[in-house]
Every structure is written in structure tokens, then in C-alpha cells.
């Protein structure tokens, strides 16, 4: 193992952008390790992945407790490459977990209890060998525990000091809106909000993103390229080594219909006509809205980040590119 140093002119490789009101800026994409950093996956891609990230200036690494698999691993693996590459850089770089599904047995191992979250915060900066985390997300709403114990629990986590911001995951409109005013009256305001979000996903829209506004708050879309079928993974058809060809995959067989297939593949050649991949198209329509901080992108390997990485070079959708992929995404 070579020792790694970062190239120097990674701060000039990407622009970023201040995460709703507050004081910190994140790079326009961010890095996933929600996929392909588990226990079962090849340690040295891990770090060839995270290496090459970091020279590009994508300084904002998004973990979970139950990342793997195993659960866990994913934090594990991390913290072992922190150590070994980035030790000296921890001061540069934005690192995220969440808590809020399956992590243990028993009745203190999910949801949004107290109990839960500082055990789980405690867990987690324990694999990946840190005395804080940047931001601490509840990852989604507990429909028994009350709001004001949830996010009593994230502001206690920052005022502790093991973590510096506070974040939601998958909530809805009205769910943020009281959980943003619960986190101000504690004196500590939501940082940022992940929701799933891309061209095949809009719920966003509605309202949410309305929210965040007023509430000062960013955000950071996960699973941007809907799980591959925005890039060109797809355009052909279901690939035999495909996502959508696994059965434990989030992304099934049967939603990849003929139908789907001829907007994806309208969709790519709107990407085509401006010199863009399809991926790139789908980073850059969602850094349309002023209220997208960073989009979190995922990779298996160095080549996807790069790709989507030079996209931010592209310039803004037009009018009429956005008209064009409105009635793909309408037919």
C-alpha cells in the first residue's frame, strides 16, 4: 500500500455551495458509502475510491450505521481507511451517519428513542474512530416515538459535541417542518434533509423543498441516478450483472419496463446532444434548483465519480432542454 497524498489543486477541481443558512459548504456532489463498502467488498477499491474522491475536491463522505454488508462494516471499513490515508485530513473533511432503522436486536436497536440514538451515535464514532461526526441524520420518522424526543436526542448529540449538525432523513413535508421547529427551540437548527430524489422520484416538489427553505436548511438527494436506470447501465435492457438482476437488489426486475426503457432512452439523448452522459444529465437537472446543497452520488468504481465529477463542467440546463426532459418524463 503506496501512502497516499492528496493532489494539491483538489480545492480547485469543484465548486461548493453553503448548505442552507448555515455556515458550512459542501461540494456540489458528495460520496456515498451506502453500496460497495460493506464487509463483502474489496477493502482497496474501497480506499481507490475514497482517494480518488478527496483529489477531487468531494470533501463530504455520507455513512449509516447499518451500512454494509454486515451492518456496520461500512463504518468499519471507513474508519480504517481514515486512519491509514486521511488521519491528517479529518479537519478537511464533512463525515456523516444516521440512525433510525435495524441495527441491533431487541427494543433499543431502531427507530428514534433517545436510548437509540446516543447508543447508536456511540457505536458508530467507536468503528470509525472519531471523537465527532460532522452531521447526525435521523434516518427516518418514528411513527411512535414523539418528535420532541427525537430531535431532543440529535441536539444533545450536538451539544455534546459528537456531532456539530443535525439532519433528517426520508420525512416528510410536515414531519421536517415540526422536527426544524422542535431543533430551533433547542437552539440548534436543521442543518440539511436527504430525501430520495431524482427524475423518476419528484415528491420532493410538492412541498418539501418549500420546507427547507424556510427553515434555512439544505439538501442533499440521495440515489440520484434511481438506482442506475439514469445512466447507461439500462439502455439496452436488464445487463445479466446488473443491480436489477439480483434479487436482494432495492431496484426489481419488473420495474424496467418498455415504457420506463423509452424515457430512459429519450432521456439519454437529450444527454447525447449536449455532450453529456445520461448520468451527468441527471446530476445537472437536479442542481437545477437553488435549493440543492450537493447531490449524493455512490460508486463502484473510480471511473463513475470521475464521469460525474466532469459533468459539473457542463454548463446549466437550458429552457429548453428542461422542457424536453419535462414531456419525456410526462409521456
Not at 427553515?215 to 439496452?236: D, H, K, M, V
Request: charged share 20%; proline share 6%.
Amino acid at each position: 500500500m503506496s501512502p497516499y497524498l492528496p493532489d494539491a489543486k483538489r480545492y480547485d477541481a469543484i465548486p461548493y455551495a453553503r448548505c442552507g443558512r448555515s455556515g458550512l459548504k459542501l461540494p456540489r456532489i458528495s460520496l456515498g458509502l451506502w453500496h460497495n463498502f460493506g464487509g463483502i467488498d474489496a477493502l482497496e477499491n474501497q480506499r481507490a475510491l475514497l482517494r480518488r474522491a478527496f483529489d477531487l475536491g468531494i470533501t463530504h463522505f455520507d455513512l449509516a450505521n447499518n451500512y454494509g454488508p454486515p451492518p456496520g462494516s461500512a463504518e468499519e471499513n471507513f474508519g480504517q481507511i481514515l486512519q491509514q490515508d486521511f488521519s491528517t485530513h479529518r479537519d478537511e473533511l464533512i463525515i456523516s451517519t444516521k440512525a433510525g432503522y435495524t441495527m441491533w436486536d431487541g427494543p433499543y436497536g431502531d427507530w428514534g428513542s433517545r436510548k437509540y440514538l446516543r447508543a447508536s451515535l456511540d457505536q458508530s464514532l467507536k468503528r470509525m474512530g472519531l471523537d465527532y461526526v460532522d452531521i447526525y441524520y435521523h434516518h427516518r420518522p418514528d411513527p411512535e416515538t414523539p418528535l420532541e424526543e427525537t430531535m431532543g436526542a440529535l441536539a444533545d448529540a450536538v451539544k455534546s459535541g459528537r456531532a456539530l449538525y443535525a439532519g433528517l432523513s426520508n420525512y416528510k413535508a410536515d414531519q421536517t417542518r415540526q422536527a426544524a421547529a422542535i431543533l430551533k427551540s433547542l437552539g440548534v437548527p436543521l442543518l440539511i434533509h436527504q430525501p430520495n430524489y431524482n427524475m423518476f422520484n419528484r415528491w420532493v416538489e410538492l412541498e418539501l423543498l418549500t420546507v427547507l427553505a424556510e427553515a434555512g436548511a439544505g439538501c442533499i438527494p440521495f440515489s440520484p441516478l434511481a438506482q442506475g436506470l439514469l445512466t447507461n447501465r439500462y439502455l439496452q435492457g436488464i445487463p445479466a450483472d446488473s443491480r436489477a438482476s439480483k434479487p436482494s437488489s432495492f431496484l426489481k426486475a419488473d420495474r424496467i419496463t418498455p415504457e420506463l426503457l423509452a424515457k430512459i432512452q429519450a432521456l439519454n439523448g437529450v444527454a447525447q446532444k449536449r455532450g453529456a452522459t445520461l448520468a451527468q444529465l441527471a446530476v445537472l437537472w437536479l442542481l437545477r434548483h437553488s435549493a440543492i446543497t450537493t447531490v449524493l452520488i455512490g460508486a463502484s468504481k473510480t471511473s463513475q465519480i470521475e464521469d460525474i465529477h466532469s459533468g459539473l463542467r457542463q454548463p446549466p440546463l437550458a429552457a429548453a432542454e428542461l422542457a424536453r426532459i419535462e414531456t419525456v418524463l410526462a409521456g
